[in-house]
């Protein structure tokens, strides 16, 4: 449910957040004085501060239609990405080549390897071997003779060396499973089991004569993850060494590892099943013992390192290795502490009631974590930064006066960065700087301007506090010659999950992104508001209330906001429309089945109608275990609820959907039809949780929910 979040909201937020040769693609050396990007498959270096620019490698020194690349440590190589295909979310597999620079010789890596088969290939540090994963097999290439050998052997369908499972990529962020010594001389490694867990089948009734099922390992809440264990591989031998972590491996996961800053200990996180107990151990590479050194507890959930950080790979090392950096919310506030390496000694460092939003760059030379926060105002970000040494109070190093959303793609010295701005205004700035100081270097008038092709319409950000005593923010946006003394319909988008908001201070983050035509002159009010339970800057309370508590404080959020909004003279409460995606495609469930006095018209795209039925990190991280408390599962379920739909529903799902699947929709329909309730539905077949596959479908999908909503929720002033 998470990913397709994040990819819609990332999509709204492109012209604010992605500066053009800047954001996307742009890859920084070592030192931070320059920066590397692909242009028309050339690669290109430009030195800071004067964009000195220097071609690097084109023609015969690259391969075709160059994805992405890395350099090796002594950047005397470079690794190329090409022929990539999707791996569930991202396109993660594909073809690898290396260029020699000193010889101008470029080749191509695991030859007799299945085209379009090698994942995350990394060049060894000492510059002389290349790893990689293919068909869940670690294997080892030399650069020099291209000799290759296997360093797993068991990998299979479901036996997973080197990679991860459907759960583990789409809840923690988990794609690259193995890591380089610093030496060379070892790799470590993930290996997940999934041989027990059970297939969901798809099924594909179009794309050959007879239907034929697509099977999943997609492990449900309540059934047990996949075993997850640490491996470390000898280059030599191929003799692998398992780290003895305490526990057992079905009941616990492993969402981070890394060498410990050394090439003779391994550094992890575990979580326990229900995610609330986060345990970090040093494991010996050798021998395979592991010596637990922290631990922190929470009696909602934990989040793992991808709720807070552009990269959810790595480990923030300090000292040498003596310290490391945490990110937790055991004080009631998302802080970054300095913790020993022993975890005897910690030093808060971001002092105050506030939210680190997510972690930016660690400048240690010069003494600075910097960060995003937004202590003020819970839908804006902010650059800030904070001494590493606990002393001081944090600094704010975005402009003041450029109220709204900042962003920062920032050098690893902390010396340069992209910077990207806008707001409800639609007021944008897209720039290189300087940092500390924010001086600008340059400016990219051409990404500030850049639009999303629809009117751009008054936007105006409010607060509401419910009789509960709940301040919700949110956005509204009016019909176009708006009249103050008729009353409008209003159309709500609503996502009300831990995963994502969908009320932020940006350009281009609110609207209605479905309709097809001008929604504002056809008559609509839109609005959007982010209620409890939502992942907004506003404590760990605000988050972690919702714990078991999905589809009951959520959609009450929502219908007592909606309650104070249909007094308002301008609003008519008989044409009040809710839409979603995923997790608000749930919402819209809930809200037109729990409260059908105030919602009339639903559209439900790709929704979770049964809890019980979605992925057990995701679900057992905010709602517990089945086993012990299933009757929050059910009645935080719209199909609960649904003898109670009052309405004009409308539900759209496609049948390849591998994340939220078409089974829940079926048990829906089910239950309408059971009490005799109407609705409609559109099914696309093989259309996975995005619905954007196969020619016109986006079309289709528009015209669709605008034809529904102009035919059962008529526009305009009365």
Known sequence: MRSLVLFIISCLLANA???????????????????????????????????????????????????SFTFSEDGKKLLFFNNT????????????????????????????????????????????????????????EDLATGSIRPLTTDGSFRLINGTFDWAYEEEFSCRDGFRWSPDSKSIAFWQLDATKVKNFLMINNTDSLYPFTVPVEYPVAGEDPSPCRIGVVDIATAKTTWMDVPGDSKQHYIPRMEWADNSTEIVLEQLDRKQQVARVFLCNASTGAATQVYEESDKAWIDVKSRYSDDPTGWEWMSGGKEFLWVSEKDGWRHLFRIS??????????KGNYDLISLKAIDEKGGYAYFMASPDNATQQYLYRVRLDGKGNME??????????????????????????SNHLYESVSEWVSLPKHAVIKTNEQAARRGNGRPQYPVRMFQLTTEDGVTMDGWMILPKDFDSTKKYPVVFNVYTEPASTTVKDVAGGQGTRLYAGDIAADGYIQMSLDGRGTPAPKGAAWRKCIYRQIGIINIRDQAMAVRKIIQWPFVDSSRIAVWGWSGGGSATLNLMFQHPELYKTGISIAPVADELLYDNIYQER????????REDFVKGSPLYYAKHLRGNLLIVHGTGDDNVHYKGTEELINELVKYDRPFQIMVYPNRTHAINEGEGTS????????????????GGGR
């Open 622 to 629: 905010y709602m517990g275990l089945p086993q012990e408390n």
């Open 17 to 67: 957040l992605t500066a053009q040769r800047g954001g996307g693609g742009v890859k920084w050396d070592k030192e931070g004085n320059s920066y590397y990007v692909l242009e028309a498959n050339t690669l290109v270096k430009y030195t800071l501060p004067a964009f000195e620019r220097t071609v690097v490698a084109e023609g015969k020194d690259m391969p075709d239609r160059v994805q």
């Open 396 to 421: 704010l190093v975005s402009p003041a006066a450029q109220k709204g959303t900042h962003n920062y793609t920032i050098s690893p010295n902390a010396s340069f960065a992209i910077h990207n701005f």
């Open 699 to 714: 079309m289709h999908l528009s015209h669709l929910f605008t034809d529904y909503l102009r035919a059962h929720c008529p």
């Open 341 to 350: 390496r022993d975890g005897k000694k910690e030093t808060l460092l971001t």
């Open 85 to 140: 295909k999707k791996v569930w979310r991202l396109n993660t597999r594909g073809d690898y080549w290396v260029l020699d620079e000193a010889t101008h010789h470029l080749k191509q890596l695991g030859a007799g390897r299945p085209a379009s088969s090698l994942m995350f290939a990394k060049i060894s540090p000492d510059g002389t071997k290349a790893a990689y994963v293919s068909e869940h097999n670690v294997f080892v």
